[in-house]
């Protein structure tokens, strides 16, 4: 689900209310009926209202929820840059660094 930016209204129908609404059955492998269940489980949901608010937030977001959410994650962004530096090489610039505060530069 998004995250950050101020939480909108969802257009989503109660759990116990089944009014208006129509079945349909679709083929899952079950490595991803036991992720959707982990995913249920972890907000608190039944499953079938855990996939209920999935798609109907995947159906809303096009038109009503505002811009999508990016394609691609952002890790290994700046992989370009080689590796980060390691907490030894951090600890001896902060120790460099604070030989230095309170000196004055005259």
Do not use: C, W
């Not at 679709?26 to 991803?32: F, K, N, R, S």
């Not at 209202?49 to 290994?76: H, N």
């Amino acid at each position: 689900m998004p995250e950050g930016g101020p939480a909108k209204a969802k257009k989503t129908m109660p759990p116990t209310t089944n009014e208006g609404v129509h079945g349909i059955t679709i083929q899952l492998t079950a490595e991803i009926r036991e992720r959707l269940k982990e995913r249920a489980q972890l907000e608190g949901l039944s499953l079938e209202v855990f996939v209920r608010r999935v798609v109907e937030g995947s159906v809303l977001s096009d038109s009503e929820q505002g811009p999508k959410l990016p394609l691609k994650s952002a890790r290994g962004l700046l992989k370009k840059y080689g590796p980060a530096p390691s907490i030894e090489d951090i600890n001896e610039v902060r120790a460099e660094m604070s030989k230095y505060i309170g000196e004055s530069s005259e």
